[in-house]
């Protein structure tokens, strides 16, 4: 079984910066997908970004595109998530999923490995 662990989370002004890392417990394959997720309180959990564990395929919502980066490290075998022009609709639990599908969807219901989150606090 695949064990994801996140790190990274905390208080930040808007505007600021942080990055987030998900650490992967096994070796995954291209075919694996890594995906982002974030659920703010009273909202449903929505996708942020992905990538193809074999580092290709970068996709992020809109709401992020061009402030967030997802990239994949092979040697620590982590999957990071930048996150930079922060403002207070980031605030959320931040969620490192995986899905054995070779798809990289939206949906979080085709992902079978999760971790236990990470909260990102964004003050005005």
């Known amino acids: 079984t695949v064990q994801l662990r996140e790190s990274g989370g905390s208080s930040v002004q808007a505007g600021g910066s942080l990055r987030l890392s998900c650490t992967v417990s096994v070796p995954v394959s291209g075919v694996y997908c890594l995906a982002w997720f974030r659920q703010a309180s009273g909202k449903e959990r929505e996708r942020v970004a992905s990538?193809?564990?074999?580092?290709?395929?970068?996709n992020y919502d809109d709401s992020v595109k061009g402030r967030f980066i997802v990239s994949r490290d092979h040697a620590q075998n982590t999957v990071s998530l930048q996150m930079s022009r922060l403002n207070h609709e980031d605030t959320a639990e931040y969620y490192c999923a995986a899905n054995p599908t070779g798809v990289c969807v939206t949906d979080q219901a085709r992902y079978m490995f999760w971790g236990q989150g990470t909260q990102v606090t964004v003050s005005s």
């Open positions: 990538i193809r564990a074999d580092g290709t395929f970068p």
